[in-house]
């Protein structure tokens, strides 16, 4: 079975910096996609950035010139460095990415990983 495990969340000042990263274990063949979500209280999850195996890389708009998205695929890892953080960058970040194991296809998600920024 094909686990997420995301780290790297954790209270941080305005401006400050984190770097996140999620880590894929399991019967893995092969990933395409891996991605960033948030979810801040009362508020619909959204997407945050997303990367594809051949390394093009999407990000929402309110995010974008903040934060990268890379990915180590010998390690099936994926990090989001988040860059002059803002209030309202305040969420539970998950990844998921679209990964082949001996079922097929599937579409895990991590846990979770709580990011703060205030003062």
């Known amino acids: 079975q094909v686990q997420l495990v995301e780290s790297g969340g954790g209270l941080v000042q305005p401006g400050g910096s984190l770097r996140l990263s999620c880590v894929a274990s399991?019967?893995?063949?092969?990933?395409?996609?891996m991605g960033w979500y948030r979810q801040a209280p009362g508020k619909q999850r959204e997407l945050v950035a997303r990367?594809?195996?051949?390394?093009?890389?999407a990000y929402a708009g309110s995010v974008k010139g903040r934060f990268t998205i890379s990915a180590d695929n010998a390690k099936n890892t994926v990090y989001l460095q988040m860059n002059s953080l803002k209030p309202e960058d305040t969420a539970v970040y998950f990844c998921?990415?679209?990964?082949?194991?001996?079922?097929?296809?599937?579409?895990?998600w991590g846990q979770g990983t709580q990011v703060t920024v205030a003062s």
């Open positions: 990367i594809r195996s051949t390394g093009e890389t």
């Open positions: 399991g019967s893995i063949f092969s990933i395409n996609n």
């Open positions: 998921t990415a679209d990964i082949y194991d001996l079922e097929g296809l599937v579409t895990p």
